[in-house]
């Protein structure tokens, strides 16, 4: 029987369906958009999330506010997305909600820094952004003004990951990120660098252990212990930390305080793991940070370098 199939058609055959084949398995494309990207990042909270986030949340804050206080939360991102972006959000919308400390709205567009916007708010929180771009330097300028004429700063975990394009806006940060030696599937020890700081009192005057990610600090870009004073860091007398790195035993700091011309700065690396977003220790800290950066909490910034050495709370044996 004659084969109706010319031979061109026989050969060129297998090479069509191997392409189809290839075009029906290809990755879909990668999201470009940040909407897109946001999208395929973050789930909606279930309500017993939200419960677990609401009971780490104090009573009541550990400073009375002076005067109305409402604060910008700003989570866009340039670069990696953290998964427990949407967390934080709610965790700072249940600390304003449950405390009455503050007011708090929320912003994915670099729009909102202008002058004439943040005069509305007391202080900016950075939730975890990465590689922030301003779309022209008056939104940077605004940003810097407002802080340094006397608002406040508040930074979550990948706030330090965030303004290499802008060194002066990073310099106010204290440092950027590089790398995270101790990774989030991992429980490190950490230390009191100043037990009886104010803004340490959520851990009751003791080290402890907790499952986060931390990152270390490009040395050319952390502004050290001569600006900062440092509360928290990881406990290197831990081998469990301490051997993570190839260099020795050193200082990485997680939490610290400065000001920064008249405004006040603070920074915590926690908050990579949702998580850490119902531990009341982290969350009452974050909300000591939060009274202390809108000038309702006093707490002394002098940096670490310029006092008399006091001895740390380390981490208990484990």
């Given amino acids: 029987m004659n084969d109706p199939m010319p031979n061109s058609a026989r050969?060129?055959?297998?090479?069509?369906?191997?392409?189809?084949?290839?075009?029906?398995v290809a990755p879909a494309q990668e999201p470009t958009s940040w909407e897109q990207q946001k999208a395929e990042r973050f789930q909606p909270l279930d309500d017993q999330t939200k419960e677990r986030i609401a009971a780490a949340v104090p009573e009541s804050p550990a400073a009375k506010p002076s005067q109305d206080r409402r604060i910008l939360?700003?989570?866009?991102?340039?670069?990696?997305?953290?998964?427990?972006?949407?967390?934080?959000?709610?965790?700072?919308?249940?600390?304003?909600?449950?405390?009455?400390?503050?007011?708090?709205?929320?912003?994915?567009?670099?729009?909102?820094?202008?002058?004439?916007?943040?005069?509305?708010?007391?202080?900016?929180?950075?939730?975890?952004?990465?590689?922030?771009?301003?779309?022209?330097?008056?939104?940077?300028?605004?940003?810097m003004d407002f802080i340094a004429e006397g608002n406040g700063l508040i930074g979550i975990h990948a706030a330090s990951d965030n303004f290499n394009r802008y060194p002066e806006c990073l310099a106010m940060v204290g440092g950027t990120f590089a790398g995270h030696p101790w990774g989030a599937g991992g429980t490190w020890a950490f230390?009191?660098?100043?037990?009886?700081?104010?803004?340490?009192?959520?851990?009751?005057?003791?080290g402890f252990w907790h499952q986060d990610e931390i990152y270390q600090y490009a040395p050319d870009s952390y502004v050290g212990p001569e600006v900062l004073r440092v509360l928290v860091?990881?406990?290197?007398?831990?081998?469990?930390?301490?051997?993570?790195?190839?260099?020795?035993?050193?200082?990485?700091?997680?939490?610290?305080?400065r000001t920064a011309g008249d405004g006040r700065v603070f920074y915590t690396n926690?908050?990579?793991?949702?998580?850490?977003y119902q531990q009341p220790p982290i969350v009452k800290?974050?909300?000591?940070?939060?009274?202390?950066?809108?000038?309702?909490?006093?707490?002394?910034?002098?940096?670490?370098?310029k006092l008399q050495p006091t001895d740390p709370a380390p981490a208990p044996q484990r």
Avoid at 11 to 24: C, D, E, I, K, N
Avoid at 191 to 206: R, T
Avoid at 270 to 276: D, I, K, L, M
């Fill in 270 to 276: 926690f908050g990579h793991r949702e998580e850490t």
């Fill in 73 to 143: 939360v700003f989570y866009r991102c340039e670069g990696f997305i953290h998964s427990s972006i949407p967390h934080a959000n709610e965790c700072v919308r249940a600390l304003a909600e449950k405390t009455g400390a503050f007011e708090v709205d929320f912003a994915d567009t670099y729009d909102v820094f202008s002058d004439e916007n943040l005069a509305k708010y007391d202080a900016i929180l950075l939730n975890n952004t990465t590689k922030m771009q301003f779309q022209d330097p008056a939104q940077q300028n605004a940003m």
């Fill in 11 to 24: 050969l060129l055959a297998p090479l069509l369906l191997s392409s189809t084949f290839l075009l029906s």
């Fill in 233 to 257: 860091s990881l406990d290197m007398s831990q081998a469990a930390v301490s051997e993570r790195i190839d260099d020795g035993p050193r200082e990485v700091p997680v939490s610290w305080i």
């Fill in 285 to 305: 800290h974050l909300l000591d940070g939060i009274q202390y950066a809108l000038g309702d909490l006093e707490a002394d910034a002098t940096p670490t370098a």
């Fill in 191 to 206: 230390k009191l660098d100043d037990p009886n700081h104010v803004l340490n009192q959520a851990f009751g005057g003791k």
